[in-house]
């Protein structure tokens, strides 16, 4: 008799569930509108020329070693990696206020964060504090915090389905009626699944209130440079925060913006009050990466500090990384303008105005269901696209596609 | 702007007994000064060994236009868990036969160590008391008793280990403390190369370790730090291991291939279950994929692959076998030194727990008293067990280590008594 005999079969993730039907699918106009990474317009995976040329460079290089790193990571990657989130000439860089904790990914530096808010803030070990997500959020906010340990994960308004926007109202009115001390997790840019960002004068009225409210700031950052295709322009939310003296984490994730998806590069950014208080936290955090993955792992990281801190490849990484945003921009404009062409009911000005990898297209799940089953086009059951699974070559057919599913079905 | 920090509270984490010995080494300007703990397999420069073929086949790796940098699936390569499994296991295991081993791609051997007491936490046993206590060697490894908190596994016990006056294991303690322990506790047992003793249970131990364990329902967690770095060959490294599932446990096995491939930065590890039916396996990998989902979420591609390229070519296979031969050799030599260094210094007791030993650690025997002498007097850095890492004893500092060793058992240590 098994000790396991009892343990369930775990739901699959959404997502993968989707990716793996799409595989099994022998259909020949199939597109899969759920992937999750950057493909080329020839539907292929894109390593970024600059990381083949890092690559290179680290596996010539005799003068490195395999040995581990330090627990809290590279310290040339973290000191860059904080540095291009909050800007080279950043006050509280300047302060030496600043750190920079190594993750595995974006996930990672959600985790530890989470994992040490849990213990250190809001009186120790606090799990009942709230912790709030965006509605609709990425799948895995939601667990990540829960299973961190806190009990009180809750939404707060962010889309509005009827006008396609934001629901900025909902949204400030959520935040003014948060416990104080709640933690609120944003998206720094390119929210997803909605694509859509609050303005900067949005933002404005959102730091206020949180600076009234005593709430924490916890932004998840996987996408600059990739929203807008400018890396300033991108991390604005998040410096406008610190300009404002807000204590704050950012969960930064290189896996798009340098393609390194499966070597799980992300930092967690640490802004704190004092320098005093940026150790005492990191040094807590140090005990948490211990148990989890003892260090991290050193090639991504090398990869990214390498890039960032050498002017001809930092150039070239801009150049890479505003091809793909630009690819993106321009599949969102061709998508829109072949709808329109079409005369396909309703309006798709969000198209374009969505901002990043996804769009959130409105589609209701009966006519997800028959984009999938009828037409072999894979999307996510929200109506959430990746524009990076859209090509020149399949354009046509995905506009045809949602021209018929919206016309055959409310 | 509110001028109190949200984290005003919140302390200083104290630094690990690790940290706190390399600080201090770092701090000393004594030319003779030597450091002897570390959990790397250090060459005779003092640092972690490199394979020999780790560059080119890394080279070779990063060269190939095909690759891809793509998400790994959130289990990990399938090749390389699958490879991880038959290195623990043989090839011919009637458990991967039967569909019922199967492995989960992790972070090293503490990310292994993480997902398996996570996965024990949440679903062992589910349907009667949650994971009930874990039971570790005394002494243990580091970070085993803190990682298996993190996953909020709160009673963690000792089983008697490593025996003082014979300096080295013995079987009847540990015995006596599994009669004892409550059926369904979890032992974590190193299948060879124990850490941070390096001293072995004999086959006939181990034979009377399993009876005892499965009369009483205990569930065996092993780890497998550096297979192949303790006899030299990695099938009779995983003996007891094998042993074990031969009799029909269920089991986890942490693996870890930072030592034995020198991949220490590349995070590669595995973890291995072993379960009653195929049906399980499928179970409980769906649900180690919901803990990664939020621990890591997948794992990292390099390291992975070339395990993977090396278990899977002969040639290169051959070549790691023969590089961890080397290595083990050289551990020998360097506890054979040590051992006739003491001898010739005139040192009072035997020391052939030295060489008795195996893997990469020591546990010397010394008292805390004559720990503190060594690290106050001598400038040599061990910790309060009194274990070591042989390898961190080079050509240049083994006759300063004897003598001060020799010096710290023949002094009246008065001054170091509490």
Redesign the interface.
Known sequence: MSLFAEVPQAAPVAVFKLTADFREDKHPSKVNLGVGAYRTDECQPWVLPVVRKVEQLIANDHGLNHEYLPILGLPEFRASASKIALGEDSPAIKENRVGGVQSLGGTGALRIGAEFLRRWYNGKNNTATPIYVSAPTWENHNAVFSDAGFTDVRPYRYWDAEKRGLALAGFLEDLENAPEYSVFLLHACAHNPTGTDPTPDEWKQIAEIMERKKLFAFFDSAYQGFASGDLQKDAWAVRYFVSKGFELFCAQSFSKNFGLYNERVGNLTVVAKDSDNASRILSQMEKIVRTIWSNPPSQGARIVATTLTTPELFAEWKDNVKTMADRVLLMRSQLKAKLQALGTPGTWEHITQQIGMFSFTGLNPNQVGYLIKEKHVYLMASGRINMCGLTTKNLDYVAESIHETVTKIQ | ??A??????????QP?EEDRLSLAFLKDRSTEKALLWC??YLNEEG??S?LPM??KV??QI??DPT??????P?LGLPEFTRSATELALGRDSPAIRENRAGGVQT?????AI?LGAELLQR?????GARCGPVYLSSPSGG?VA??L???GISDIRSYRYWDPDKKGFSVAPLLEDLEVAPE?SVIVLYASAHCPTGAEPSQSDWKQIAEVMMRRRL?PFFLLPSQGLCWGDPAQDAWSLRYFVSLGF?LLCAQSF?TNF??????VGSLLLV???SS?L???Q??A???V???????????ARLVTMVLNNPALLAEWKEGLRVMVERGMLIREKLKERLRMLGIPEFWDHVTQQRGLYCCTGLTEEQVQFLVMTCHVYLPASGCVNVTAISGRTLDHVAESIYLAVTSDLQEYRH
């Open positions: 702007m509110a109190l920090s949200s984290f005003a509270d919140t302390p200083t984490a690990s959990t790397e640092h972690g490199l780790t560059r890394m080279l990063y060269s690759l891809t940098l793509d998400y790994l959130t972070l090293g051997g503490t990310g993480r679903w062992y046993n589910v349907g970070s803190a990682t908190q993190g996953a369904q569930f269920e930072s020198g991949l220490y930065s590349d995070r379960l009653k039916h399980l499928l179970a409980v769906s649900q994929a919901s803990v989902h939020t621990l890591w979420s997948r794992p990292p591609g390099g390291g």
